[in-house]
Nanobody
């Protein structure tokens, strides 16, 4: 079965950095684009970044562009999100997501808290 397991969240001061990881299994990882989303308390889940199946192209929401970097390692079946210059408004649960030919799958999420 498809599994996505996020890790790397935590508490960090504004201006700091965190690196999130998502370990994937149960599907042909190198075939599909991978995405990161986040959901802040009381808000809807929002898209953060996407990387294409080969890793050659990346896309970012305006709110994180220039601060976050998404990357993938197809050999290790992992996708990462390097987050620099974190802001209090980046506080959220971060999820990785894959959309396969059948349906979409989400991980359980990892909490990121940025203190001011």
């Amino acid at each position: 079965q498809v599994q996505l397991v996020e890790s790397g969240g935590g508490l960090v001061q504004a201006g700091g950095s965190l690196r999130l990881s998502c370990a994937a299994s149960g599907f042909t990882f190198s075939t599909y684009a991978m995405s990161w989303y986040r959901q802040a308390p009381g808000k809807e889940r929002e898209w953060v970044a996407q990387v294409t199946s080969s890793g050659s192209n990346t896309y970012y929401s305006n709110s994180v562009k220039g601060r976050f970097t998404i990357a993938r390692d197809n050999a290790k079946k992992m996708v990462s999100l390097q987050m620099n210059n974190l802001k209090p408004e980046d506080t959220a649960v971060y999820y990785c997501k894959v959309v396969t030919s059948l349906t979409s799958y989400w991980g359980q999420g990892t909490q990121v808290t940025v203190s001011s």
